[in-house]
Every structure is written in structure tokens, then in C-alpha cells.
């Protein structure tokens, strides 16, 4: 079945805290908890099924909020770092220099708890030099989210994007995965020569980071369920994606998942279904939309993942990418990304995402 003929048939039956700064374009966030201000439950929805069987890990019992984190690539491996008013401050560097207990990553964090990152976050802030602090502009970056359980993603879920690429919406949401060897981080470059095709596309793409286990959650609750979100680019090689009508084999090659630079907290980003997201690719702007198109909401992928897989501490949904990419253009104006390409996906709230393609 070629990869038109099954979308197709998908999409007609198929089943005193830190703050972004609004001088680096990540916008201002909200205060309090996030309101999703968007329908519950759809009419006609059908019912969950029987609960799931226990499985994986219980995740921190409640993930702290307020905080916009990242991962720093470091010889010791990657540090749980918070983004401060003075810049990118080193948890785990910190910590040790204090005699406290932090976790060591976004993902400990989330699965673990915080320890004593707060504690950590008032000492050092209150010291009159802090050397573990580093310019956003200098960090060395690391996934925001380096080892998740699952890396979930949803095709075909923008109404542009859709009629763009001449296909009905989907009943049901498009799932498909990648592995952890695509993830990769903010100004990363993207290994591309010598892998088999060479039809690369960028894909400028929310992504939902959970924060507690989720099993049969109902629409009305699944936004409880998650940690935060991060800017995303689901990278892809047009020719393997389409050779089967499974994508995976276009999707998960090394460095295929850019991911970051932050992980902002739920509570600092409000409505995840109204965030304006960009794509550039050499500074020419090739994604322009907001995720209030999307078809599916991050409410309704949430229930549907979790009816048949509990979603854990961690898991990442690339939550699908707007009109604008190479492969939705006209043939005569395909041209596709090459070596030295700089793709930057921007979304409000979260921040700018650079990869260069390798």
C-alpha cells in the first residue's frame, strides 16, 4: 500500500520563579496553573476499554512546577540545569560544591523527584558569585528530555497540512514512533551523508513531555498528566518514510528528533492548544501556524495513546507539524534540505530551536 493510499485510509476510518525572558522571543509566561480552554470529552466518543495492566515506572509523585529546564552536556554527562534571570544555572555542579542532593537530569527529576533542587536554587542564588551559571547563548545544550521510556508521534494532524498534502482529516489520531538514538539536541547538526535517500524535510512540531504514569485517562483529565512541553523538529528522509506504509524506517535515523532547548513547565505555558509556531529554514520563514489548528488537541492525543499504552514519567508526543514542508510544495518547488542547511523552529512560550543539517 503506498503511503498515500494509507493515510487515506487512516483519515476515513482508522481508529519569585525563574521566567523566559521576552528579549530571547519565548513571550512571557502565564501565572498559575494552566487552564486548557479547550471541550472535554467529544460527543460519540467511544468508551475506554478495561483498565491496563500495571507496567513501568510511578514517576515523582507530584513533578515540581514554576521551573524552565534544560539538560547541559558536560564530561561527567548530562546536568539538570534551571533557566534563571542571569542565565543557565548547573544544578548537579552546584549541588555538589553545596553538599546537596539534586537529581541529575530532567528525566531523574520526573521520575525521581526533586530533592533538594529548590533548596539548591535559593543558596545559590542568594550567593554574591555563582560560578556554576553559563550564557544561554554559550550552554552547551543536551536533549531537553535524554532518555524517555517512549517517543511517540502523531501524523497528519493539522487541517492545513492535511489539505496541503490533498488528504481527508483522520478519524483517529496517526500514531507512529522513533528511538532515543534520534533524539538530539538544541544547535546540534544532524548527520545526514550516506544514509540511504536524500529527500530531508524539517518538521517544526510541539511536544508534550508527561509527568506522571497515565492509563485510561479521559480527555477531561489528561492535561493533569503532563510535566511540560518543549519546541520539537521531527526530522525526516522522505524516501524511506514512504517505502512501506509503516514511516518509521524515514524517521529515526541518528539526530532525527531535535529536541529543546528547554523543557518549560506546564503551568508556564497555559493553553498548549494556542501557540503560535514558526519554522525557518536560512532565514526564510517555511512554517507559519498556530496549534489551535491542530486536529487532534494535546487533550485528545493524550486518551487515546493512553487507552492502548500507559504513558509514563517522561514519554515524549511529537504532537504533529503544520502546512509548510518541503514535501507538501508543489514538485516544481521541492527543493530539499542539504548539508549545511540551518533549520530554526520557534515556538511562543518555549523557545528557538537550531539544528544544522550534517
Excluded at 278 to 289: K, M, P
Amino acid at each position: 500500500m503506498k503511503r498515500r493510499q494509507f493515510i487515506a485510509a487512516a483519515a476515513a476510518g482508522g481508529a519569585g520563579l525563574p521566567v523566559l525572558a521576552s528579549s530571547n522571543g519565548l513571550g512571557t509566561p502565564l501565572a498559575g496553573a494552566a487552564n486548557d480552554g479547550a471541550s472535554s470529552a467529544s460527543p460519540g466518543a467511544p468508551a475506554n476499554p478495561a483498565a491496563l495492566p500495571g507496567s513501568g515506572r510511578p514517576g515523582a509523585a507530584m513533578p515540581p512546577r514554576g521551573l524552565i529546564l534544560a539538560n547541559l552536556r558536560t564530561p561527567d554527562g548530562p546536568h539538570l540545569a534551571v533557566r534563571v534571570e542571569q542565565g543557565l544555572l548547573d544544578v548537579v555542579a552546584a549541588a555538589q560544591s553545596l553538599g546537596l542532593r539534586v537529581p541529575r537530569t530532567t528525566d531523574a527529576l520526573l521520575n525521581e523527584g526533586e530533592g533538594e533542587l529548590r533548596a539548591c536554587l535559593a543558596k545559590t542564588l542568594s550567593l554574591p558569585v555563582q560560578p556554576w551559571l553559563s550564557r544561554e547563548d554559550h550552554a552547551a545544550f543536551a536533549p531537553a528530555i535524554t532518555n524517555p521510556q517512549k517517543l511517540i508521534c502523531v501524523g497528519l494532524n493539522y487541517r492545513r497540512h492535511a489539505h496541503e498534502v490533498g488528504l481527508a482529516e483522520p478519524k483517529a489520531p496517526i500514531l507512529f514512533n522513533k528511538f532515543n538514538n534520534a533524539l538530539t539536541h538544541h544547535r546540534a547538526t544532524v548527520p545526514t551523508q550516506g544514509l540511504p535517500g536524500s529527500h530531508f524535510d524539517y518538521e517544526g512540531e510541539l511536544v508534550i513531555v508527561m509527568g506522571r504514569r497515565c492509563v485510561n485517562v479521559s480527555e477531561e483529565h489528561a492535561l493533569d498528566y503532563v510535566y511540560g512541553y518543549c519546541t520539537g523538529n521531527d526530522f525526516s528522509e522522505r524516501t524511506y518514510q514512504m517505502i512501506t506504509s509503516q514511516w518509521m524506517a524515514g524517521k529515526s535515523s541518528d539526530g532525527f528528533a531535535p529536541l529543546g532547548p528547554y523543557l518549560v513547565s506546564a503551568d508556564l505555558v497555559g493553553n498548549p492548544n494556542a501557540l503560535k509556531l514558526e519554522t525557518h529554514v536560512n532565514g526564510e520563514l517555511r512554517q507559519s501556524s498556530n496549534t489551535a489548528d491542530f486536529i487532534f488537541n494535546c487533550q485528545q492525543i493524550i486518551a487515546f495513546a493512553s487507552r492502548v499504552f500507559p504513558l509514563e514519567p517522561g514519554d515524549l508526543i511529537y504532537t504533529g507539524t503544520p502546512e509548510g514542508v518541503i514535501l507538501g510544495m508543489p514538485k516544481d518547488r521541492q527543493v530539499w534540505l542539504k548539508t549545511g542547511d540551518k533549520v530554526v523552529v520557534t515556538i511562543e512560550k518555549l523557545g528557538a530551536l537550531e539544528i544544522t543539517v550534517g
